[in-house]
């Protein structure tokens, strides 16, 4: 069993950064795809990255340009950094975890979330 657990959240204002940290612990595979999530109140989950296992990089049109994905494999962990931060970045972020090379869009792992949060 995989955990992951989140953090990084917070409350900035537009314009501000953050970074998020999912830091993976437990049983490893060998090859993992690791993906964002976030999810507002009343909105549907919605993917923001994803990152396969040989680093190769996808964003939501939405946040082209502003955030970043990336992971350190030797600490097991995955990383979100937002700039340029919106209103409608608020959201509780999710990180999500499928142990296989390229990412098919399911996830059998998820964190328990951080939430962010935009004002304006």
């Known amino acids: 069993q995989v955990q992951l657990e989140e953090s990084g959240g917070g409350s900035v204002q537009t314009g501000g950064s953050l970074r998020l940290s999912c830091t993976a612990s437990g049983y490893m595979y060998s090859k993992y795809c690791m993906a964002w999530f976030r999810q507002a109140p009343g909105k549907e989950r919605e993917g923001v990255a994803h990152?396969?296992?040989?680093?190769?990089?996808t964003y939501a049109d939405s946040v082209k340009g502003r955030f970043t994905i990336s992971k350190d494999n030797a600490k097991n962990t995955l990383y979100l950094q937002m700039n340029s931060l919106r209103p409608e970045d608020t959201a509780m972020y999710y990180c999500a975890a499928d142990p296989a090379p390229l990412c098919y869009g399911e996830y059998n792992y998820w964190g328990q979330g951080t939430q962010v949060t935009v004002s304006s």
């Open positions: 990152i396969d296992d040989e680093g190769t990089t």
